[in-house]
């Protein structure tokens, strides 16, 4: 059961273009929602993280849409850069495990962003 | 330190071989995960460590795999008698709780080779 559907699997996008990136979720305990960006050969890194209590969080270029009735959100990269070029995955967790606080995150399956000159 | 760090970078066994793969946290760092990362399935979470304790095991894929924390720092991932469907980029995040609890910072990982 695939608990964080992620799309699209891979994305072309002009420089200076926006890279939208839509994932879905089926659990509705998940209350941290959080993006990574991870580069060939490095390990993910956070990027931008929303919880369910707000629509929308943005921080610079990067902005985060949550639709918590659909079970949806997104990821919107503005003024899309070379840089940018990666695999980013979407990502959700819930509230831990018998108190003990486990935020294990279950990943989407990723989409390989590249961003053409 | 600086960041998350795991030993070795790559790893090339044969079938039926036991491997062990470290992962050194941020100082500090009471939380560890282990996570695998492969082709077909992507990112999935395989055991959490809170301090020396490991009170979610459930995304270990079966007996062959283990691991254990020391000292609330450095964790072992043992796989016994790999097989070659165990190929694949082992990752491991470690965290604070606190106000950002939940951001999990990961290591560079481990890339398994099962000849």
């Known amino acids: 059961q695939q608990q964080v559907k992620q799309s699209p699997q891979s994305l072309i996008v002009q420089k200076g273009g926006i890279s939208i990136i839509n994932c879905a979720y089926e659990?509705?305990?998940?209350?941290?929602f959080p993006w990574y960006q991870q580069f060939p050969g490095k390990g993910p890194a956070l990027l931008i993280a929303?919880?369910?209590?707000?629509s929308e969080k943005k921080e610079g270029r990067f902005t985060i849409s949550f639709n918590k009735s659909a079970k949806q959100f997104s990821l919107h990269i503005m003024d899309s850069q070379p840089g940018d070029s990666a695999t980013y995955f979407c990502a959700a967790s819930k509230k831990g495990y018998s108190g003990a606080g486990s935020y294990q995150l279950t990943f989407g399956k990723g989409t390989k962003l590249s961003v053409i000159p | 330190g600086a960041g998350v760090s795991q030993s070795p970078s790559n790893k090339v066994t044969e079938k039926g071989k036991d491997v062990e793969l470290r992962c050194d946290p941020i100082?500090?760092?009471?939380?560890l995960y282990w996570y695998r990362q492969s082709l077909g399935q992507g990112l999935e979470f395989l055991i959490y460590f809170q301090g020396n304790s490991a009170p979610d095991k459930s995304g270990l894929p079966s007996d062959r795999f283990s691991a254990e924390r020391t000292g609330g720092s450095v964790s072992t991932l043992t796989i016994q008698r790999t097989q070659q469907e165990d190929s694949a980029v082992y990752l491991c995040?470690?965290?604070?709780?606190?106000?950002?609890?939940?951001?999990?910072?990961f290591g560079p990982g481990t890339r398994l080779t099962v000849l």
């Open positions: 995040a470690s965290s604070q709780p606190g106000a950002l609890r939940d951001t999990q910072y």
């Open positions: 659990n509705t305990a998940f209350d941290y």
């Open positions: 929303i919880r369910p209590d707000v």
């Open positions: 100082s500090g760092h009471t939380a």
